[in-house]
Nanobody
Framework: QVHLVESGGGSVQAGGSLRLACAAS????????MVWFRQAPGKEREGVAL????????YYADSVKGRFTISQDSAKNTVYLQMNSLKPEDTAMYYC??????????????????????WGQGTQVTVSS
């Protein structure tokens, strides 16, 4: 059973930066599809960024391209989301998700449509104008 714990959320002003972390435990496979989602009050869940931990390939939502970067530290079983140039519309609860089916990282038309089996509890990001 994979257990995911997010951290790093907080409150920042527009233009600021935050780095979220998703620490994973209980890995039994060599590669996972790791995803960051977010959900704002009254809005649908939105995929933000994902990474195939084996291949290192990444995918971003258009709304965050050029501002957010997903990365991993394999030794720590941790995936990060570096968020720069934050905007008030980035305000949301951010969730980390994972699945041992790496093909989910390559779904069309969007890998964010996959059914991910493991989820963290979320970390709140608030961006003020």
């Amino acid at each position: 059973q994979v257990h995911l714990v997010e951290s790093g959320g907080g409150s920042v002003q527009a233009g600021g930066s935050l780095r979220l972390a998703c620490a994973a435990s209980g890995y039994t496979y060599t590669a996972y599809c790791m995803v960051w989602f977010r959900q704002a009050p009254g809005k649908e869940r939105e995929g933000v960024a994902l990474m195939h931990t084996g291949a290192g390939s990444t995918y971003y939502a258009d709304s965050v391209k050029g501002r957010f970067t997903i990365s991993q530290d394999s030794a720590k079983n941790t995936v990060y989301l570096q968020m720069n140039s934050l905007k008030p519309e980035d305000t949301a609860m951010y969730y980390c998700a994972a699945d041992s089916s790496p093909h989910l990282c390559f779904l069309v038309p969007s890998p964010f449509l996959g059914n991910f089996g493991y989820w963290g509890q979320g970390t709140q990001v608030t961006v003020s104008s």
